[in-house]
C-alpha cells in the first residue's frame, strides 16, 4: 500500500496530464448536462452518469472536472451551496488515488460546494440526508445494499455519478462482495449481478454512459422533461379544525405529509378503557414519511404538556440510523414552537431528544414491550417480524406504526396488507391508516428512481392469479422447476424473477438488496420454484444452499469455536452437539420458502419440500435442513413434514425478537442418526433451560419443539410418601402451587421429557400454564395475561390438571387415605 504523501503526489501528476488533454467529446458532454441542469431542477428529476473505464487519475478528474463545472452551474442559477458525496473503497491504491484526483481537483478549482468524502463502510450514516451530487466509485465492489442507501440521498435536479471498470471487464471482477460469498468448496462465484445491473443502466432513461478509455459516449439520456404538476394544497378549514399549531404543519413540504402528521392528532386522547389507539403511515420511500412522524411526535408532546408534567415519548426502529430523520424533524419542529432541545447521540447518531416538558428516546425493538411510554412510535416497521410488533401492541396503548412499502428499507405491500390484517382482526383497536404518495426529494416520474427499483427489483411483487390459476392449482397441475440464474437475470424472463422475488418480499420480515445479487452470484446457492403447468406462475420461492462435506482441518477449526463462510447448519451441530461426522456429510440448507400469499395452506410449500428432498436423494446428499425465526405456526410448518427441530440459538435475534431454530431431516443412515442424537440434546437442553435462558420463549414454541421431537423413556418421579401426600392437598386442599413447586418441577421434567401423552395427554392450555409455570416459573400475572383469563382461573387450571398427573403416575384420587406415618418414612 502506497503512503498518504506518494497518493498525494500521484494525484498532483495525474491532474496536471489531463488538464492539457481533456477530452472535446467529454467537454461536450458535460456543457449538455449544464445547459439541461435548470430543466431538472425545473422538473425535479435527477440524472445518473456512468463513467467508465480509464486508469484511476483519468477516472477521478472526470467525476472532479464534472462536479465541478455542475456545481458552478448550480451557483449560476442561484441554487443553495451545493452539498456533494462521494463514496469510495479504500482498501487499494487505485480507489484511494482516484479519490485524491477528484479532491485535489475541486480544491484546485477553489470549488465552493460542500464536500464530504467517506467510506462505504459507513453508507449507513447517510440514510435520509439530501445531495446534490453523490459520487459512487464501484471500481473495486457493486454492493447493492450501499446503492439503495446512497442514490436515494440525491434531491430533484441533483446527478449521480458512478465510477466502474470496462462494462464488459466488470462483468467478470471479482470484487468485494463476490469475494465474501465464496465457501470451502465453491471458490469461483457466478459472474450474474453485474451483468444484469449494466444491462438495466444501459436501458434506462435519464442515464449516460462515457467511455473514459475511448472518449467516447456509449449512451445518452432521452428524458422528456416535463414541469411538475402543482402539489395539492390544503384549505384554510383544515387548519381551523387541526389540534397541532400551524406552525409545525408549515413545516411539511406535501399536503401527503401534513396530512400524515394530522393522523396522529388522533392520539392525544386516551383510548376508552380496554381500547388501542392505532396510526398506520405507509408509503414507499422517499415521501417524508418519518419526517411527517417527528412533526406530529412534537404536536402530541405540546398538546398534551397541560395534563402531563413530562410526556415519555418511546421510538424504535430496526437501526437507529432508521430514525435519524424523524429525531431531526422533531427537533426542528420543536425549536420552531421556541423551546431548547438537548440531544443525546450515540456512535453519531441521535437516540434521545430532551425538551422542557418532553423526552423523545430510541430504544430497540426488543426491549420497547418492557418499557412504559405515554406514546410509542415504530419507524420502519416493515424492517420488524410481525409477530413482535403485535407484542408492542399488546403492551401499549397509544402508537404510530411507519412503515417503507418499496424502496431500500421496504417490505412490499404486502406487509402492510398482512400487519393490517392483523390490527383489523384484533378487535380492541381504533385504527387510523394513512399512505404518502407524493415524493419529498425528488419529482414523481423520476427516472432514476425507476431505474434503481427496476435493477434491484425494490418494488417487486408477485404474479396475480386469476380463477384458472386457481383451478390448476386444486387439481395439482403444479411443476417444479429448476431455475438458473443466468437465464433468470434477462429480459426475457425479467417476469419470473420479480414474482420469485416479489413471494419473498411478501413473506419475509426484512429483504434488502444484497439478497437479490447473493441470489444471482453465490456459487453454493440454487432457485428452485413450483409454478403452475399451463400459465407459467410462481407459486412458491425456493432458494437452497449447498452446506457440509468439509475436510478434517475444517472440521477441527469449527470445533475449535471458529468461523467459516457459510455452512450454517455444520457450524451450529459440530460447535453445539460437537458431533465430529456432521461437517463430512453434504447436506442442503433451505435458506429461504415462501408460497404466494393468495394460496398459502394449500400445501404447495410441502409439495416444495417432497421435491427438493427427491432432487437431495438423486444427489446422494445426506441431509436437509433449515434455520429461521421461531413462532409456532412456522415450526408446525417444518415439524409436519418430518424435520426435526435438533438446535435453538441462547438468545433472540435484536430485530426479529425471534430465537433461531435448526431443523433437521436426515436422509442417509449416518444423517439419521446425526438428527437422532440431536433431538436427544434438544430435549434436554430446553428443559432444563427453560427457567433461565428460555425463561421468555413463547410457551406455544417450547410446547411445539417437545411435540416434534422423540422423548426420552424413563419412568414418574419416584416421590417419597411425604411429597405425595404433599401434592394431594395442594389439588384436593386449600394450599396454592407456590407451596409445592419443587415437585411440579419434576413432574415437569418428567411430562414434557417423557410422557406427552403416552400415559397421560393434558388440554393445550393445561400444557401452556404447566409449562410456563413450572418449567419457566412465569408470574400468574403474565400467564393469564397470555391466556387472556384472570390469575384465579388459570390457578385452578393447573389444580386441575395437577389431579390428573396425580391419579395417573401415584393412584391418588380425593377418596385416598392421607397423612403419614413416621414408621412409614423410610430411614436415612
Known sequence: MLNRREIEDIAKKNIIENL????????????????????????????????????????????????????????????????????????????????????????????????????????????????????????????????????????????????????????????????????????????????????????????YIYDLENDSLLKSANVKLEKPENMEKLNEEFFTGAKFPRKLYELAVTADQIKAANSLESLIDKPRKGKKKVVLIVADRGRGKSCALGIGLIGIAESLKSVKHKVRIVVTSPEPQNVQSLFNLAKKASETLGYKVNVVRKGGAIIELQGPFYSIEYWPPMSVPKIRGDIVAVDEASGIHVPLLMNILKYHDRIAFSATLHGYEGGGRGFSVRFLGELKNAKNVELTTCELKAPIRYGENDPVEAWLYRSLLLDAEPDSLTEEDIKEIDSGELEYVKL???????????????????????????????????????????????MTKKTKKVLCSLQVAIEGGLDEQTIETLLRGNKIPGNIIPDRVLKHLRIWEMGLLKGLRVVRIATHPEVQGKGIGSFALKKLEEEAYNLRLDWIGSGFGVNAKLLGFWIKNGFKPIHISPDRNPISGEYTVIVLKGLSEIAKKVQEEGEKYMRRKLLKSLRDVYNDLEAEVALGILRGISAIPSDPPKLNEMDVDRLWIYVYGPMTYEAVSDLMWELALYYFGSDMGKNLKLNETEEIIFLSKALQGRSWGDISKQLSMRDIDAMQKLKDASRELLKEYYGKSANSSIGIHLTTLPSE
Open 484 to 530: 438458473e440464474p443466468e437465464e433468470l437475470f434477462n429480459k426475457e424472463n425479467e417476469g419470473i424473477l420479480r414474482s420469485l422475488f416479489g413471494i419473498y418480499v411478501l413473506a419475509h420480515y426484512r429483504n434488502q438488496p444484497d439478497d437479490l445479487a447473493m441470489l444471482a452470484d453465490a456459487p453454493h446457492h440454487f432457485i428452485r420454484a413450483i
Open 20 to 207: 492539457s488533454q481533456v477530452s472535446p467529446v467529454y467537454k461536450k458532454l458535460v456543457n449538455r448536462i449544464r445547459r439541461n441542469t435548470k430543466k431538472y431542477i425545473e422538473s425535479r428529476h435527477r440524472r445518473l452518469i456512468v463513467l467508465s473505464g480509464g486508469n484511476p487519475g483519468k477516472q477521478g478528474f472526470a467525476a472532479g472536472y464534472l462536479t465541478h463545472y455542475y456545481s458552478l452551474e448550480l451557483d449560476k442559477l442561484g441554487e443553495d451551496r451545493p452539498k456533494i458525496l462521494y463514496m469510495y473503497h479504500d482498501e487499494s491504491d487505485d480507489s484511494r488515488i482516484r479519490k485524491e484526483v477528484f479532491r485535489q481537483f475541486l480544491k484546485m478549482r477553489k470549488d465552493k460546494a460542500q464536500r464530504e468524502i467517506d467510506v462505504y463502510e459507513k453508507s449507513e450514516r447517510y440514510l435520509g440526508t439530501t445531495y446534490d451530487v453523490v459520487i459512487l466509485d464501484l471500481t473495486d465492489d457493486l454492493r447493492p445494499n450501499d446503492l439503495g442507501r446512497l442514490v436515494e440521498t440525491v434531491k430533484g435536479g441533483g446527478i449521480v455519478v458512478f465510477i466502474t471498470p470496462n462494462l464488459k471487464e466488470w462483468e467478470k471482477k471479482l470484487t468485494i462482495f463476490k469475494q465474501r460469498l465464496l465457501v470451502p468448496g465453491f471458490l469461483e462465484p457466478r459472474h450474474v449481478f453485474i451483468k444484469w445491473f449494466v444491462q438495466t443502466l444501459i436501458e434506462a432513461q435519464g442515464t
